[in-house]
């Protein structure tokens, strides 16, 4: 072997599905103590490939060597026994199980033949310690936040003690400050002498972390360079041609208001939150984690309940705790967690693009299956979804291109007030302005816009108005041009009080 550090090396891999060339011929190596990032557009091949390095996939030619020998990796004990770990893009947990259980499923500790409980969930309690996240091992893995199931899939992987650590996209779901708790434990890894793959659209993760880039776009490896390569040239190597304007928003005129939120509170939850969205208006609602922006979007959509205040549509009081009565009088919400709310895995894209509108045709009885499919197609097209054909299952796009299928059902939709939560998380730079683009379009024909993002260069990009939410209150409304990251960060993290809510008291008793 001429490296001695190489750890593993691909040659040439190939992998097709019915209608796709998924891989087509990619070379890929990874030495001891370093990362690779692998970088390309959503649906270039990232996940297919390291698919290949966890036994989920096996490829239809071309070879993988580990420490110098060629290995077939034909599931996950082929990959455990070649000290391959890896934490999947789409969650791998089973739900109903706790999270000890999760951690060490398959491979509990015993004692006199019995699963040793006790010492499974203390065993736990040190590796959820040592990703810094704080939940209990006999949790459910069910109840907690998509945040929380990244660290806990962090944590089981870790537990595997592996030489090759593969992270597909580990950062899409963290705050800033998981984030970096989560770097540091890489670089520890990283000194141990580990091989880590890691893959992230979040190019500025790329210097901070890496030591070298292997980039595919559309299954091929198109060049390898050093991790301090500029972004714009990481861009251009990745989309193959430069992108102008991360941010295009273009302000349109402001009309009535849309929706009107007045004192909308969740005892515990939130509290007393007022604010106003206007047609032609992109409103950006900023926050750390755990500021209850979710929560509130979610109550203004129907999907959870609220205990006092007011929701309007276009002046219309809106009933409390119905989705349906929100989605008639014209609300959409892109959800953040795509999978368990957004979309109906085994259905085609054709009929996920759908789902709105076809509930629409189908109250007023009339459904038109040849506009729906045109409707489709062309919706597809303009977000770029990479697929086989309208009839692809969605399950088996890549998370990526899933992503842009929930956005796209309810641009469909002739929303009125479309709320999106966290909408470009997992999507590639270059589809993200396509999205920011059809965001524009929208507003230009008198809809209003809801965004919560945890990205604030996209909040303060393109929103108009920017509401920091802290502690469950909103601490502070920003106009664009007044919206720094300092002025947004500075809001996140105060303690806002209940003082504005008795100003305003007093002011109705006038
Ligand atoms: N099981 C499958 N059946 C059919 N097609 C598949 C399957 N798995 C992946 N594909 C296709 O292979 C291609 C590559 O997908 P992959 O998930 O590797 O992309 P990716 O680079 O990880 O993208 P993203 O950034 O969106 O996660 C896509 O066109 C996808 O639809
Ligand atoms: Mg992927």
Redesign the pocket.
């Known amino acids: 072997m001429s490296n001695p550090d190489e750890l593993l090396r691909i040659e040439g891999v190939r992998k097709t599905f019915p209608g796709v060339v998924a891989l087509d011929g990619v070379d890929f190596d990874l030495c001891r103590g370093e990362v690779h990032v692998l970088l390309g557009e959503?649906?270039?091949g990232?996940?297919?490939l390291?698919k290949m390095l966890s036994g989920a996939h096996t490829p239809d030619a071309g070879r993988i060597l580990v420490d110098g020998r060629e290995v077939r990796v034909h599931g996950a004990q082929d990959a455990a026994r070649l000290g391959i770990a890896t934490i999947y893009?789409?969650f791998n947990l089973v739900p109903d199980l706790t999270v000890a259980e999760n951690i060490f499923l398959g491979r509990q500790p015993r004692r006199f033949g019995m699963i040793d409980r006790k010492r499974m969930e203390a065993e736990a309690e040190i590796l959820l310690a040592r990703v810094g996240v704080h939940v209990s091992p006999r949790a459910r893995v069910r109840e907690l936040g998509i945040a929380r199931l990244q660290m806990v899939e962090i944590a089981k992987a870790l537990s595997l003690d592996a030489r090759v650590l593969i992270m597909?996209?580990p950062t899409a779901v963290l705050t800033s400050e998981e984030v970096d708790k989560l770097f540091g434990i890489v670089r520890q890894l990283r000194a141990d002498g580990v091989g880590i793959v890691f893959?992230t659209h979040h190019l500025e993760e790329i210097a901070a972390l890496g030591d070298r880039v292997t980039v595919i776009r559309d299954g091929r490896s198109v060049g390898q360079v050093p991790a301090s390569t500029p972004e714009d040239e990481l861009v251009r190597l990745m989309v193959g041609r430069s992108i102008e304007q991360q941010y295009p928003r273009r302000r349109a005129d402001r009309g009535a208001a849309l929706l009107s939120v007045e004192g909308l509170t969740r005892d515990g939850v939130f509290h007393d939150v007022d604010f106003e969205v206007h047609a032609g208006e992109v409103v950006g609602i900023a926050g750390l984690v755990g500021a209850g922006r979710t929560e509130v979007v979610r109550a203004v959509f129907g999907a959870d309940p609220y205990d006092d205040g007011v929701v309007k549509v276009s002046g219309d009081r809106l009933k409390r705790h119905d989705v349906n009565a929100a989605m008639a009088a014209g609300i959409g919400l892109v959800p953040e967690d795509r999978k368990g709310q957004g979309l109906v895995l085994d259905a085609s894209v054709e009929e996920n693009l759908g789902l709105v509108t076809m509930r629409a045709a189908t109250r007023s009885g009339f459904v038109d299956r040849k506009a729906q499919h045109v409707a489709a197609e062309r919706m597809a097209g303009q977000l770029g979804v990479r697929m086989a054909g309208l009839g692809q299952q969605v399950r088996t796009l890549?998370?990526?291109n899933q992503q842009k299928v929930v956005i796209g059902k309810w641009l469909l939709a002739d929303t009125k007030v479309l709320i999106l939560d966290e909408p470009t998380r997992?999507i590639d730079v270059g589809a993200k302005v396509e999205i920011y683009q059809l965001i524009n379009e929208l507003t230009a024909a008198g809809a209003a816009v809801l965004m919560i993002s945890s990205d604030l260069p996209e909040v303060l990009g393109m929103s108009d108005r920017v509401l920091v939410m802290a502690q469950g209150r909103i601490a502070g409304e920003l106009r664009a041009a007044d919206a720094t990251q300092d002025a947004v960060m500075a809001l996140a993290v105060s303690t806002p009080t209940a003082e504005k809510n008795t100003a305003k008291e007093a002011s109705r008793g006038h």
Request: proline share 0%.
């Open positions: 959503n649906g270039a990232k996940s297919t390291i893009q789409e597909d996209e893959i890549s998370g990526g997992g």
